[in-house]
Nanobody, 120 residues
Framework: QVQLVESGGGLVPAGGSLRLSCAASGNIFSILVMGWYRQAPGKQRELVAAIGSGGNTNYADPVKDRFTISRDNAKNTVYLQMNSLKPEDTAAYYC??????????????WGQGTQVTVSS
């Protein structure tokens, strides 16, 4: 089992910045990939950024060059630095971890979500 707790959301004007944090606990040594997803009202949840255990990263096209995902292994925490925020970035942001599981192969774990609202 892996538990994820997000923090750092809030209200920010367009062009501003926010940093989201996701602290992992439990069976952290089973984690393969951690990432951030977002879901706006009426839309499907979508990948924002992901980071593998080796530090390789992947970003969705709309956030490339504006968002940066990073991880602090000593703190078991993943961060999402969001710069040059746009109103269309408004969404609930969810932390995700993919972890090895002896029976299922791999399991997805989710945080509770944190709201990011960008005003125009």
């Amino acid at each position: 089992q892996v538990q994820l707790v997000e923090s750092g959301g809030g209200l920010v004007p367009a062009g501003g910045s926010l940093r989201l944090s996701c602290a992992a606990s439990g069976n952290i040594f089973s984690i393969l990939v951690m990432g951030w997803y977002r879901q706006a009202p009426g839309k499907q949840r979508e990948l924002v950024a992901a980071i593998g255990s080796g530090g390789n990263t992947n970003y969705a096209d709309p956030v490339k060059d504006r968002f940066t995902i990073s991880r602090d292994n000593a703190k078991n925490t993943v961060y999402l630095q969001m710069n040059s925020l746009k109103p269309e970035d408004t969404a609930a942001y969810y932390c995700n971890a993919v972890a090895r599981d002896a029976k299922a192969g791999a399991l997805n774990y989710w945080g509770q979500g944190t709201q990011v609202t960008v005003s125009s």
